[in-house]
């Protein structure tokens, strides 16, 4: 049986599985189109439940009908409806992007506020969508703990918790505040393009020399590559 890790190697192999998924995926970003911090905090709300790539499909009708805050606010609940329609859940999504709109319109005159603190207080965002926000919208550092981070971050074996927030403060601590940003992308991708939750490409995965969940998926290199998506939005 091995010895437990250590706190610092546990840090230097995190640290070396973040510098060769930054090498892997040099253009990692946010997969939500945005113009400003109103619009990703409404496609990042809109993309529970379904994909970027739809989220984006519908971002440029939805703000040439509500480019700000106090348009949505004062929208028609039917045309809303009909314009997130796509993306299911149009009734609960309408309701919250009018809800947040008028809030933002009541105690922000309309702007998104660039604290955390503030943007948690918005109805329907929690601590993934405001950190979203903030690394996004106001380069602020965030770590954006979704279903693809925090399953590759218990992969990995940086933490074994399963609570987001908990997540989030296990895994911040291994890394400098000014990475954690881009560490979102980073997993995000890996575990969108290579990292599936059922069949991992793990025989195409450039950091499986440093992952405990190694043959978690196929090791064959040749299997492997005919699950690595080059997509990440679909």
């Not at 890394?175 to 991708?189: A, V």
């Amino acid at each position: 049986m091995p010895a437990p890790e250590s706190p610092l190697a546990l840090t230097r192999r995190a640290r070396r599985i973040e510098r060769v998924l930054a090498e892997t995926y040099p253009d990692a970003r946010c997969e939500l189109d945005f113009d400003d911090p109103f619009q990703l905090l409404v496609v990042t709300v809109l993309s529970a439940q379904t994909t970027d790539k739809r989220v984006n499909a519908v971002r440029p009708t939805l703000f040439a009908a509500y480019p700000d805050a106090r348009a949505m606010a004062a929208a028609d609940r039917e045309t809303l409806e009909g314009i997130v329609g796509p993306l299911g859940f149009f009734r609960a999504k309408t309701e919250s992007l009018l809800k947040l709109s008028a809030h933002l319109v009541e105690h922000h005159d309309g702007q998104v506020p660039g604290r955390l603190e503030d943007l948690v207080k918005l109805p329907g965002v929690g601590r993934k969508t405001a950190n979203v926000v903030l690394g996004n919208a106001f380069d602020v550092p965030g770590i954006t703990v979704d279903t693809h981070f925090g399953r590759l971050a218990r992969r990995f074996g940086w933490t074994e918790e399963t609570d987001p927030v908990k997540v989030e403060h296990a895994v911040g601590a291994l890394f400098p505040k000014r990475d954690w940003t881009m560490l979102s992308h980073h997993l995000i991708w890996h575990g969108r393009r290579r990292c599936h939750a059922q069949k991992p490409a793990c025989g195409a995965c450039p950091v499986a020399r440093w992952c405990p969940a190694y043959g978690a998926g196929p090791t064959d290199p040749v299997a492997a590559e005919k699950l690595v998506r080059t997509e990440g939005r679909a």
